[in-house]
């Protein structure tokens, strides 16, 4: 059972490139989530979903976009990078309503 | 969702028990008590949550006071690979925003 599995690890891209976080999990969760982290802070909701087809916007949404066409992946998409989005993202998933997240080891991305 | 107030930092010997106290005075009726750690450059892992009574699992017990306004996190036997920051949480039921705060920084030492 891998849980949730972010890919890259780490990524390093120029300013006003493109790119697309990959997050899966194999759970059969519903709701799965995009954080930020920046030093020293906690975690800031990006994007989140609560089903197939079903996205929303959270804290951060600026810069990024997202897409649920499957119930196990949920892909985050830099449009054009900037330098502030310099961070380390974190996908989530949790089961339902009230039940704990179950989060990636997250993708490091430096933005020169 | 409530907020939480956390020590910043605690140290812990080996082989005794951490206790970890959050403060979440304004926490109302639905909202539960979520504690989550991370060790450095890894994802969240959760810990433990409660709404009313006093949780166990094989990780840690979570103490809820009666009137619910804080609780502590209590590793029984801190090892050295307990050292990460914990971080204390409070949600409801509605989907909002799962503010992870600054957390305590727990340092286990030999």
């Known amino acids: 059972n891998a849980g949730v599995t972010q890919t890259p690890k780490f990524q390093v891209l120029k300013t006003g490139q493109s790119m697309t976080l990959q997050c899966a999990q194999d759970?059969?969760?519903?709701?799965m989530s995009w954080y930020r982290q920046d030093p020293g802070m906690g975690l800031r909701l990006i994007h989140y979903?609560?089903?197939?087809?079903?996205?929303d916007q959270g804290e951060v949404p600026n810069g990024y976009n997202v897409s649920r066409s499957t119930t196990e992946d949920f892909p985050l998409r830099l449009l054009s990078a900037a330098p502030s989005q310099t961070s380390v993202y974190f996908c989530?998933?949790?089961?339902?309503?009230?039940?704990?997240?179950?989060f990636g080891d997250g993708t490091r991305l430096s933005i020169l | 969702d409530a907020k939480t107030t956390q020590p910043t930092s605690m140290d812990c010997a080996e082989g005794r028990a951490a206790n970890l106290p959050c403060n979440h005075s304004?926490?109302?009726?639905?909202?539960?008590v979520y504690w989550y750690r991370q060790i450095h450059s890894q994802g969240p892992q959760y810990i433990i949550h409660?709404?009313?009574n006093n949780e166990t699992n094989e990780m840690a017990s979570l103490i809820i006071t009666e009137d619910r306004k804080s609780s502590t996190l209590i590793l029984p036997h801190a090892t050295l690979r307990d050292t990460a920051v914990y971080y204390c949480?409070?949600?409801?039921?509605?989907?909002?925003?799962?503010?992870f705060g600054a957390g305590t920084q727990v340092v286990v030492t030999p």
């Open positions: 989530a998933s949790r089961q339902g309503e009230a039940q704990p997240q179950h």
């Open positions: 759970m059969n969760h519903e709701y």
């Open positions: 979903s609560v089903g197939a087809g079903i996205t």
């Open positions: 304004t926490i109302s009726g639905n909202e539960y």
């Open positions: 409660g709404l009313k």
């Open positions: 949480i409070v949600r409801g039921y509605s989907w909002g925003k799962l503010q």
